[in-house]
């Protein structure tokens, strides 16, 4: 079964709508491959004719949004021709105080809204230094967007004009405005499960809510029946509100649909990457590489531990990227005494530069969403070991251009290592296997998947 086969029943063209790509925060170098497939699905859906903007709903100012705009363009990730709004960069009106839009919707919300006071709160001006609303600030709740503490509004002067209920009631509102503004049906790709829960309640008979996934749903140990943390628990109760979800590869929706069945409609629409031309001339020998954030999850010990092991001659190992693990992982290279060939590279703009240069990346994590490295790895020629686990690899993998083995096996991964090193007719045959494994996840093969999710959104009444 091709990874996009169950959502791809069109053309691979966008329906006549407005698409809002509606993301918490957006912003260049942070939440890693997050932000690179929320951009990276806004830019292919503009490439394939969709009307489509982005938005944001963090609290910073002006000058600190144009500046990621400006940098999402350099990198190429974001063109200019692609609106990325905020919603703070449009609440305030130019002759002082809310928006118009938010004037309204808080003159017209409920009054008992206005008993609910956070005990203390956050004022918000605009850059003649003039008050237009005020956040409460919810200390020491992870869950601090669920709160129905008052949004207060003002007017020019000043004065309280009325309060929203929450960030929920504040984000509804910047939304309503923006869909009464367009003439084609809305259809808002939700990036984001906080949000994904605030606007579950949301009614709006001319929108429609694709709510995609990013990540695993499960903790340790991984199992399909493994708990699941509040903030899941919380969205698989309201997930049949939404038009369509759209989860990463056919395991994890598969996981879902035996664990929870029920009326939610569950599709697969995976992340799409650009397949490059492969050059072998670049490779260099006995090159191993991993790309991916130092994080515990991301279990980079053992990768270190297992290619030591492997102990093959003239190879050496380069980790691309930064995170919380960087410093144990430099102390566990020097204990190792393992500094003339393991190297610890720094984060990488580039990735695709690195794979066209490896003989082989591994990864060892824990666990994954997609695994988008490990395809961005195929794309470019480049097998791959990796420990089988949810969700992705396996996607993958399976289907050829690499090796799986067990889950935290060390030995296991350096014998798979030592194997594909080693063995130069099956590295060969991995590496002819991997540009095909990876057209499955291509950019087209990914839009038709969700220019198909978004009819089967559009052809029903909405959800709510």
Same mark, same amino acid.
């Given at each position: 079964?091709?990874?996009?086969?169950?959502?791809?029943?069109?053309?691979?063209?966008?329906?006549?709508?407005?698409?809002?790509?509606?993301?918490?925060?957006?912003?260049?170098?942070?939440?890693?491959?997050?932000?690179?497939?929320?951009?990276?699905?806004?830019?292919?859906?503009?490439?394939?004719?969709?009307?489509?903007?982005?938005?944001?709903?963090?609290?910073?100012?002006?000058?600190?949004?144009?500046?990621?705009?400006?940098?999402?363009?350099?990198?190429?990730?974001?063109?200019?021709?692609?609106?990325?709004?905020?919603?703070?960069?449009?609440?305030?009106?130019?002759?002082?105080?809310?928006?118009?839009?938010?004037?309204?919707?808080?003159?017209?919300?409920?009054?008992?809204?206005?008993?609910?006071?956070?005990?203390?709160?956050?004022?918000?001006?605009?850059?003649?230094?003039?008050?237009?609303?005020?956040?409460?600030?919810?200390?020491?709740?992870?869950?601090?967007?669920?709160?129905?503490?008052?949004?207060?509004?003002?007017?020019?002067?000043?004065?309280?004009?009325?309060?929203?209920?929450?960030?929920?009631?504040?984000?509804?509102?910047?939304?309503?405005?923006?869909?009464?503004?367009?003439?084609?049906?809305?259809?808002?790709?939700?990036?984001?499960?906080?949000?994904?829960?605030?606007?579950?309640?949301?009614?709006?008979?001319?929108?429609?809510?694709?709510?995609?996934?990013?990540?695993?749903?499960?903790?340790?140990?991984?199992?399909?029946?493994?708990?699941?943390?509040?903030? =899941?628990?919380? =969205?698989?109760?309201?997930?049949?509100?939404?038009?369509?979800?759209?989860?990463?590869?056919?395991?994890?929706?598969?996981?879902?649909?035996?664990?929870?069945?029920?009326?939610?409609?569950?599709?697969?629409?995976?992340?799409?990457?650009?397949?490059?031309?492969?050059?072998?001339?670049?490779?260099?020998?006995?090159?191993?590489?991993?790309?991916?954030?130092?994080?515990?999850?991301?279990?980079?010990?053992?990768?270190?531990?297992?290619?030591?092991?492997?102990?093959?001659?003239?190879?050496?190992?380069?980790?691309?990227?930064?995170?919380?693990?960087?410093?144990?992982?430099?102390?566990?290279?020097?204990?190792?005494?393992?500094?003339?060939?393991?190297?610890?590279?720094?984060?990488?703009?580039?990735?695709?530069?690195?794979?066209?240069?490896?003989?082989?990346?591994?990864?060892?994590?824990?666990?994954?969403?997609?695994?988008?490295?490990?395809?961005?790895?195929?794309?470019?020629?480049?097998?791959?070991?990796?420990?089988?686990?949810?969700?992705?690899?396996?996607?993958?993998?399976?289907?050829?251009?690499?090796?799986?083995?067990?889950?935290?096996?060390?030995?296991?991964?350096?014998?798979?290592?030592?194997?594909?090193?080693?063995?130069?007719?099956?590295?060969?045959?991995?590496?002819?296997?991997?540009?095909?494994?990876?057209?499955?996840?291509?950019?087209?093969?990914?839009?038709?998947?969700?220019?198909?999710?978004?009819?089967?959104?559009?052809?029903?009444?909405?959800?709510?």
């Amino acid at each position: 079964m091709s990874a996009v086969s169950d959502a791809a029943s069109g053309e691979g063209l966008f329906p006549d709508a407005a698409f809002l790509v509606l993301s918490s925060r957006l912003i260049p170098g942070l939440d890693g491959g997050y932000t690179i497939a929320t951009a990276s699905r806004a830019r292919q859906m503009a490439e394939n004719g969709a009307d489509v903007q982005v938005l944001t709903v963090d609290p910073a100012d002006a000058a600190v949004h144009a500046a990621h705009r400006e940098e999402f363009a350099r990198l190429g990730m974001l063109p200019a021709g692609i609106p990325l709004r905020n919603l703070f960069d449009e609440a305030s009106a130019p002759d002082g105080g809310a928006a118009p839009w938010l004037r309204a919707a808080a003159a017209s919300a409920d009054r008992s809204v206005e008993a609910e006071c956070a005990v203390e709160y956050r004022e918000l001006t605009d850059a003649e230094g003039r008050p237009y609303a005020a956040l409460p600030v919810i200390h020491g709740n992870p869950d601090w967007h669920l709160s129905a503490a008052a949004v207060r509004v003002y007017d020019q002067h000043g004065g309280t004009v009325g309060a929203l209920p929450g960030f929920g009631g504040l984000y509804r509102a910047w939304l309503d405005h923006l869909a009464g503004a367009s003439e084609k049906p809305v259809v808002v790709i939700c990036e984001s499960r906080q949000l994904g829960e605030l606007l579950a309640g949301w009614a709006n008979p001319r929108v429609r809510i694709v709510h995609a996934i990013h990540t695993m749903h499960l903790e340790p140990p991984y199992t399909p029946d493994a708990p699941l943390n509040a903030l =899941w628990t919380r =969205w698989f109760a309201v997930s049949d509100r939404f038009d369509a979800v759209l989860w990463p590869t056919p395991a994890q929706r598969d996981d879902v649909q035996a664990r929870f069945g029920g009326e939610a409609v569950n599709l697969v629409a995976p992340h799409g990457i650009r397949l490059p031309t492969v050059n072998d001339a670049e490779r260099e020998p006995g090159l191993v590489v991993s790309i991916s954030r130092l994080a515990p999850g991301k279990r980079i010990d053992h990768l270190v531990r297992a290619f030591l092991a492997a102990d093959v001659p003239g190879t050496r190992l380069e980790i691309w990227g930064d995170g919380p693990s960087t410093a144990s992982v430099a102390e566990l290279i020097s204990a190792l005494d393992g500094g003339d060939r393991v190297a610890l590279m720094g984060r990488t703009d580039d990735p695709d530069a690195v794979l066209r240069r490896a003989e082989l990346m591994v990864t060892a994590t824990a666990f994954e969403g997609q695994g988008l490295s490990i395809v961005e790895a195929l794309a470019a020629g480049c097998p791959v070991v990796s420990y089988d686990v949810r969700y992705g690899p396996g996607d993958a993998l399976g289907r050829g251009g690499g090796m799986l083995v067990p889950s935290g096996d060390e030995g296991a991964l350096a014998d798979a290592i030592r194997r594909v090193l080693t063995d130069a007719p099956l590295r060969a045959r991995l590496a002819g296997e991997a540009p095909a494994v990876a057209s499955a996840w291509s950019e087209d093969a990914a839009m038709t998947a969700l220019a198909a999710a978004t009819r089967t959104a559009l052809a029903g009444p909405a959800r709510r």
